[in-house]
Each structure stands twice: as structure tokens, then as C-alpha cells.
């Protein structure tokens, strides 16, 4: 089974980095293929604690190479302070490749990012303020900055002068900003070409010949289902592919190489940032779900919105990515609840739907249809094998097994590497 791609199913948070982690040992490769450092993974292994933002989790395994695809946006400075951090914990990081068609994120996009996002007001997206949407429209727009160009200083200042030429402006004149000069952004965007380079490679050529040669390749998403600029609640989406298929454009593989696509859910579901969320609960059983599932960002450190799982949102999942496995994550978190509510459907104003509607506005109108499933009071965070799981919990996981399109293949009782119990192996 040499690829698979681990995707989050609803709108982030999952817990991909884990799931992605406890692969670590079965894998040669994990790719990084959309978003950047509005990303937050946090992986657990024995007592150490790791929130990985613009690197694959795969780092954190011995004898993985991590990529970063030329679909992610870069953040130098991030990269580099990410890169020494891990490796004063210990961190072999000398594998690390980088796409040489990745783009950067200059600084100026890091403040039209938040600037335009005071501008909207009401209207705002909620970003993590990390310039990603920017560097995107800079991309579709075809006045972005890649990787390769730090290394031919005379394209670079013809890049960073067109795309000044028009940024200074709106700067100016949109939002009373100060005009960003052309060499300030040459100066930081050089300060680390030189420990880069090494790392620069034609990652499409190196992952397909690593395929070729039966190894194995794990590409994690970033971001989520309902966060894809194509799939998700548009316009409260991030900019990039976080689907299945941005696998393949964010790293240079073909769709017949991949194997199996793993959707990684929560046993509820949780959004950070603005838009629409069905399930979502504003009460006190909200707080208590909130506080016992440490519902708060790795990235932003914002409170997430949290509510009941949403199969609707599974089998959109299910469909939009052709997931072949589920990871079913925070099983643990829902010990205590007399009942368990689980949305079936929607009712969008008085019509029942079954599937995801195609509309934005209906989906705005969603009100869950709700199943009531016995819930549990046993720890469960031992639990290693389903047996051992109380029957209604047990239940619970067979009952979202049948409403969500996908098999059930893990169940996460724990955040540390070894806390899941596996069904059906993912990998051979
Ligand atoms: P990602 O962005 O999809 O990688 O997910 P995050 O790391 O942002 O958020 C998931 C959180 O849940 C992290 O704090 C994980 O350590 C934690 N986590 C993952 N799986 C489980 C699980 O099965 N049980 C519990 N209690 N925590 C988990
Ligand atoms: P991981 O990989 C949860 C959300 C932001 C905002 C929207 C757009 O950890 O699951 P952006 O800065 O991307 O332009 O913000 O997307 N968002 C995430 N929410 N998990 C993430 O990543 C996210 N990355 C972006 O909160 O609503
Ligand atoms: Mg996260």
C-alpha cells in the first residue's frame, strides 16, 4: 500500500498530526501538500509534547523524510525557527526537502492578511492572520514568489517589484498603511536562502521514483473537508486544496498512484473561526466538551466552537475525498454523557436532507436532526482493543460506522501515540 493521504474530515483539529504520527514507522516519506503555518498539529509521544505547524508530523519519526510540496505556502521565518526548535529537542531534521515551487509568504501578506481582515469587520473569515489567503491570490494572481526564485536574485527583484507596485498601493490607499519598501522584503526573504538551499529539490521527481521503488508515502492535509476553498463552507474556508486531490497538485503525483485516503473525524466536531456550524453548542453541556476535550487552538490559542458529530458532514467527507478508512478520534472525550446526540440529517426549512445541500444558504438554515445514542461512564483510555470498550460505547462507534459512508478503522482514546485501538490496519 505505498500511498495514502490522511485528510481531516470536518473543519480541522481532528487530530491528523497523531494519526499521521502513529503511521510514522510504517512510512519513508510524509508530505506536507497544501496550507502553511496556519496550521497546528500537535503529536504526543511518551511525555513529549510537539506542535507542529508548517512541518509534516512525519519529522518527528526516525527515518522518515519530510517534503513539503509545492502546493504549501511558506513562512521563512517560521520554517526556520520550527527547524531549530525541534532540533534542540533532539530532532534529526536533516532529511527535510522542499519544493523548489513551493511559494513564500512575504512579509507584506502576513499584514494585508490581518489588515483586510479589520476591514471586513462583521464580515471577517476569523484567519489565523498568517498571510496564507494572500500568498494564494498571489499564486492564482501570477505575481507570487517561489522558492526557486530566492535563488536568481535579478527575477526575485523584478517579482518583488511587480507585486509591490500594486500591494503599496492598497496599503496606501485602501487601509493608511505605510508603503513596504523592495529591499526590506528582499533582505528578509534572503535572510535564509543560503541554510535553505540544501533542502530545495524537485520533490514531484523524488516522491514518484520513491513510488516507483515500492516505498512508502504518506501525505498529510492540512486544514479540512469543510476548509476547502473548492468543498468548504465557502467564503469561511482557508485558500488552499485541503481534499484528497490536493494531494496530487501539491506534490506532483498522479491520482492513480494513490492508494487509500484516510478521513480523520471526531467522535464530535469542533471549528475555529467564522461560519456556519450546524451542530453547534452554545450552552453549558458546550463549555464541559470544550473544557474536557482541551478545545482550544494549537495555533491561535482561540476557545474552538464545539457541537455534536455530524454524519451529513461524514458522508460529504466520505464522498468528496473517497475515503477509504475513518479514524474516529476523542472517543475519551465524550465519557460521562447520559445521552449522546449524533445529527443524522438536516431540516432546511422543513425539508429533510440527507446529504450535504448544495447551496450555501440552506446550509446556513440547517437545523440537525438528532439521534439519541445511550452514552457511558468507563474510562476508556486503556482500551486497546474494541472488545474492551463498554457496549455503548461500542454502540456509539458501530452506530456512526453505518451513518458516515466509511468503514471505521481507528479509535482514538487518548492523545498519545499508543492510545487508539485499531480495527482494520491502514497500512498492509
Ligand atoms: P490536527 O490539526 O488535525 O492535527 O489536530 P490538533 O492537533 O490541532 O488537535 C487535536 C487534539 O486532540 C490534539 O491536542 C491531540 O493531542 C488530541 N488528540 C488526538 N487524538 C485524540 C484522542 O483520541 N483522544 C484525546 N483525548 N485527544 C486526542
Ligand atoms: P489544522 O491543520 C482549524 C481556519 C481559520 C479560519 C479559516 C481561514 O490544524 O486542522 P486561514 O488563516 O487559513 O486563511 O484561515 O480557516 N483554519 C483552521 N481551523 N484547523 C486548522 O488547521 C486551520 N487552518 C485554518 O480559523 O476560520
Ligand atoms: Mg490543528
Known sequence: MPAVVVVGAQWGDEGKGKATDQLGAQVDYVVKFNGGNNAGHTVVIGDEKYALHLLPSGILSPGVTPVIGNGVVVDLEVLFSELDHLEARGVDISTLLVSASAHVIPPYNRTLDKVTERFLGKRQIGTTGRGIGPTYADKMNRVGIRIQDLYDEKILREKVEGALDLKNQILLKVYNRRAVTVDETLDALLAFA????????????????????????????????????????????????????????????????????????????????????????????????????????????????????????????????????????????????????????????????????????????????????????????????????????????????????????????????EAAIVRHAILG
Open 194 to 417: 543560503d541554510r535553505l538551499e540544501p533542502m530545495v529539490a524537485d520533490c514531484s521527481l523524488v516522491l514518484n521514483r520513491a513510488l516507483d521503488e515500492g516505498r512508502t508515502v504518506l501525505f498529510e492535509a492540512g486544514q479540512a473537508t469543510m476548509l476547502d476553498v473548492d468543498h468548504g463552507t465557502y467564503p469561511f474556508v482557508t485558500s488552499s486544496s485541503a481534499t484528497a486531490a490536493g494531494a496530487c497538485t501539491g506534490s506532483g503525483i498522479g491520482p492513480t498512484r494513490i492508494d487509500s485516503v484516510v478521513g480523520v473525524i471526531k467522535a464530535y466536531t469542533t471549528r475555529v473561526g467564522e461560519g456556519p456550524f450546524p451542530t453547534e453548542l452554545n450552552d453549558d453541556v458546550g463549555e464541559w466538551l470544550r473544557k474536557t476535550g482541551g478545545e482550544y487552538g494549537t495555533t491561535t490559542g482561540r476557545p474552538r466552537r464545539v457541537g455534536w458529530y455530524d454524519a451529513v458532514i461524514a458522508r460529504y467527507a466520505s464522498r468528496i475525498n473517497g475515503l477509504t478508512d475513518l479514524v474516529v478520534t476523542k472517543l475519551d472525550t465524550l465519557t460521562g454523557l447520559e445521552k449522546v446526540p449524533v445529527c443524522v440529517a438536516y431540516d432546511v426549512d422543513g425539508t429533510r436532507c440527507e446529504e450535504m445541500p448544495a447551496d450555501q444558504s440552506s446550509f446556513h438554515h440547517a437545523v440537525p436532526v438528532y439521534e439519541y445514542l445511550p452514552g457511558w461512564w468507563e474510562d476508556i483510555s486503556s482500551a486497546r482493543t474494541f472488545e474492551e470498550l463498554p457496549a455503548n460505547a461500542r454502540a456509539y462507534v458501530e452506530y456512526l460506522e453505518s451513518i458516515s459512508g466509511t468503514r471505521i478503522s481507528v479509535i482514538g482514546v487518548g492523545p498519545q501515540r
